[in-house]
């Protein structure tokens, strides 16, 4: 041993870590040289060729997973029985062996554990949670799995008692029905809600009735949808708010609370009151449901006989103070599924029958259970309301005496207002037009009674315009629209504003198709004395319970976003008191306090769905 390897000094840290990369590397490398020789071998390129599209599918198709068990395989298993009713009870038989076979086809090892091919959960057993049931749940619906679906509804129904999950085994039925349902397996659906009927109907809850009758509907079980609904989601008795106020077994509702021992009884009302909120909601919502499925399978007597259900329920939804975001009503959908079914009546290619009592138009049924609930004054919602109910407009005449107004075959609605006071562009907001009517700055442009077609048959402006003779006929909801020339316009000549007077007496008088007549008062001055005269010649000539066409009155304050800061959809428009206490003086002593007052505003679309409620008796 020389003197130089006694005294060499051991390697270090860093340097060992180094020389084992190295080494490391090398490994890797002859590694991925020979892996690269082997692969590049001409039977393992046509293996991987033909393994390709397999393997993909036994990754991602759990169907053909499932179907190992073919159907050949199945015929001889003596204990594999078919089950074809809600009420069969052979649901299990008891091999020689010890292994159990279920009505699903699938064996279950002695020990009760169902295998799964969920990674996070890969078996349901005795040790399984709620939790875990509901992952396994949203994981075969996600990905179509219905292998684990079976197994999941054999451990449910069958192995787990009413107390699993801490009382919640309900609920996941009921998610389990809604899965079911999706993967179109309506066996175990439907033994998921009768189980869930029979042994827990004390703890269903709305929002699952909602979800299952959601999920009857994609699978078109109509009927079944109705019954849970009349079932699960039925209205309150009446007298149901005053028994919330002051209950008659107020006794038996007392609790005494164990740490400060004093009796509290709000907590439970405040429990029934919830569940009573969420038992409205959801039925108001499902029949949503009901109604536009009816719409879009061209069932519209059906369709409208839920809408009565749904008119019946605003008194309800009043009650319960609730408002348009707590609903949350499809409306939109509804009216897109009734506008669908009107096209075919208005075509001819429907052939149902009528019953008698229909609307001309029948999303103006949809319109009524609109006004009977909250209103969302949502744009997408009018605006499709809008396309529905008018659907073409043109501007058919000026006229400055009663011989240029057009012929009175159809219902009319007359806009009167001093000038300046918005009737133009209430009438392009109503029509959801931006031009149809003329909007200026300034006062007095309109100078004569324009009139307006709605729903008129088609390319009639051309036949106005050219004179050429169009083929074809107006619709049975067409209906002129009539704006009026503005008064008290101090610039416009005496003898001028004299003859729009006499022209307005006579035409409030004589016209037999007229209505509506809405009179426009601008929310932030009142009614002045302009608007006086023009409530004294309503109250003279339309108001007269002797007159045989009589027309309906309604006062519309217009530029209410003026009154608030920052108008919007949260604050969209107000009256002040001062104003609304003058109006109503002014109506009354004019002869028309019985008329109703709308609050609108053509800047935040407010009032839109309530002036319709007026507008459609012209289109009726």
């Known amino acids: 041993m020389t003197a130089d390897s006694v005294n060499a000094k051991p390697p270090s840290k860093r340097a060992l870590r180094k020389t084992k990369e190295r080494a490391t590397k090398q490994e890797q490398l002859q590694y991925s040289i020979s892996t690269k020789a082997t692969s590049q071998h001409p039977e393992a390129i046509l293996k991987r060729q033909q393994l390709k599209g397999q393997n993909k599918r036994r990754r991602h198709n759990f169907a053909d997973r499932a179907s190992y068990l073919t159907e050949a395989e199945r015929s001889n298993d003596e204990f594999d029985i078919k089950v074809d009713g809600l009420h069969d009870s052979r649901l299990t038989a008891t091999s020689t062996n010890g292994s159990s076979t279920t009505a699903y086809g699938q064996s279950i090892s002695p020990n009760g554990a169902h295998k799964l091919h969920s990674n996070r959960v890969k078996r349901l057993d005795a040790s399984t949670t709620a939790e875990q049931v509901v992952t396994a749940i949203k994981r075969a619906q996600n990905l179509h799995d219905h292998h684990d679906i079976r197994e999941i509804a054999h451990f449910l129904l069958e192995e787990v008692d009413m107390k699993f999950g801490y009382g919640f085994r309900g609920s996941l039925l009921s998610r389990l029905a809604v899965a079911a349902l999706h993967l179109n397996n309506h066996d175990i659906a439907l033994r998921c809600l009768t189980e869930r009927r029979i042994s827990h109907r004390s703890s269903m809850l709305p929002m699952e009735s909602a979800a299952i009758i959601r999920g009857l509907l994609r699978c078109h079980y109509i009927n079944e949808a109705w019954e849970v609904l009349e079932d699960e989601l039925s209205l309150p008795p009446e007298g149901w708010m005053e028994e919330l106020q002051c209950p008659a077994d107020a006794d038996e509702l007392c609790s005494i609370d164990e740490e400060d021992g004093e009796i509290h009884l709000e907590t439970e009302l405040t429990r029934r009151r919830m569940e009573l909120h969420d038992r409205v909601v959801h039925r108001a919502r499902s029949l949503g449901s009901i109604v536009s499925r009816h719409f879009y399978e061209s069932e519209p007597a059906k369709g409208m006989e839920s809408i009565t259900k749904l008119k019946e329920m605003g008194s309800v939804i009043a009650q319960c103070d609730m408002s348009a975001s707590e609903v949350g009503m499809p409306w939109e959908r509804i009216i897109r599924g009734a506008a669908l079914c009107e096209k075919e009546r ?44 008018v659907r073409r407009t043109v501007f058919v005449t000026g006229a400055c005496d009663m011989n240029g107004c057009p012929e009175a075959d159809r219902g009319e609605v007359a806009f009167i207002g001093r000038s300046n006071v918005g009737k133009s562009s209430l009438v392009n907001m109503l029509t959801n037009r931006k031009s149809l009517a003329f909007t200026s700055k300034t006062p007095g442009k309109t100078q004569q009674f324009n009139y307006f077609s709605a729903n008129d048959k088609p390319d009639l402006e051309r036949q106005i315009r050219y004179g050429d003779e169009v083929p074809g006929s107006k619709d049975r909801d067409a209906f002129y629209i009539v704006d009026l020339p503005g008064f008290g316009y101090a610039k416009a000549p005496q003898q001028q504003r004299q003859q729009w007077s006499d022209f307005m007496d006579e035409y409030l008088q004589q016209r037999e198709t007229l209505r509506v007549v809405f009179h426009l008062v601008d929310a932030r001055l009142g009614p002045t004395d302009e608007d006086g005269k023009i409530m004294q010649k309503i109250g003279r000539f339309v108001g007269s319970d002797e007159k045989k066409n009589h027309a309906k009155y309604v006062v519309i304050l217009t530029k209410s976003d003026k009154n608030v800061k920052n108008a919007g959809s949260k604050n969209p428009g107000r009256v002040s008191k001062s104003v609304e206490e003058r109006l109503r003086l002014s109506m009354q002593q004019n002869g028309v306090g019985y008329a109703p007052v709308v609050l609108t505003s053509s800047e935040t679309r407010l009032g839109r769905d309530e002036v319709w409620k007026y507008l459609k008796l012209a289109a009726e």
């Open 346 to 389: 208005r075509d001819g290619r429907w052939t149902g029958e009528e019953l008698e009592g229909w609307p001309c138009n029948i999303v103006y049924d949809v319109l009524d259970a609109m006004i009977a609930f909250p209103s969302e004054n949502h744009d997408a919602t009018f605006e499709a309301l809008c396309n529905a109910l």
